[in-house]
């Protein structure tokens, strides 16, 4: 397997795991804000103050941005999925995806909730994610792969 394929893999692995837990938890709180709600405000006493007002914090974020920010974390894992099979719609959605989940922060909560750090992490991955794709020629171009590195320019197998 070429260095550049094993490289793709381990950085689709933490797109994997990173898209999962968002999925995961976004799909979770949009389906069960209301009743963490209620149950917060039925005992609201028996937490912390700094909890109280983290937890003040999340229900002020309305129910639409969770399940938008599920969505998102769904169109980015498949775009993850994609790209393992090697094709570039799979690139495209995955970026599409990141770059509204730096967006959609700012629509719902402001522009406090973007950091630098999630704007750089996202082009570290999109530029990462391309140079790897385009080494291994699934955008066209020079295809590198297993079959190409084991043949000499005569088209003979090498052993």
């Known amino acids: 397997m070429p260095k550049n394929k094993i490289y793709l893999h381990i950085l689709l692995v933490l797109s994997i795991i990173g898209s999962g837990t ?7 709180m949009a389906i069960m804000l209301p009743d963490l709600k209620t149950f917060y405000e039925a005992n609201a006493a028996m937490f912390p103050e700094q909890l109280t007002t983290m937890f003040d914090m999340t229900f002020a974020v309305p129910r639409l941005y969770y399940a938008l920010s599920a969505l998102l974390a769904a169109l980015s ?5 994609m790209m393992w099979n ?9 970026t599409l995806a990141q770059l ?21 992490l996202t082009v570290l991955f999109v530029v990462t994610y391309w140079l790897l794709l385009r080494s291994l ?4 171009g020079q295809n590198q792969t297993e ?13």
Do not use: K, W
């Open 77 to 81: 894992l498949a775009g993850v999925i």
């Open 22 to 28: 968002m999925l995961l938890s976004n799909t979770m």
């Open 100 to 120: 509204l989940m730096l967006i959609v922060p700012v629509l719902f909560l402001g522009s406090g909730y973007v950091s630098i750090g999630d704007i750089m």
């Open 147 to 159: 079959e190409s590195q084991d043949t000499d320019p005569d088209g003979d197998t090498q052993v």
């Open 137 to 140: 020629g699934v955008f066209g």
């Open 86 to 94: 090697l094709r570039a719609a799979g690139f495209h959605c995955y």
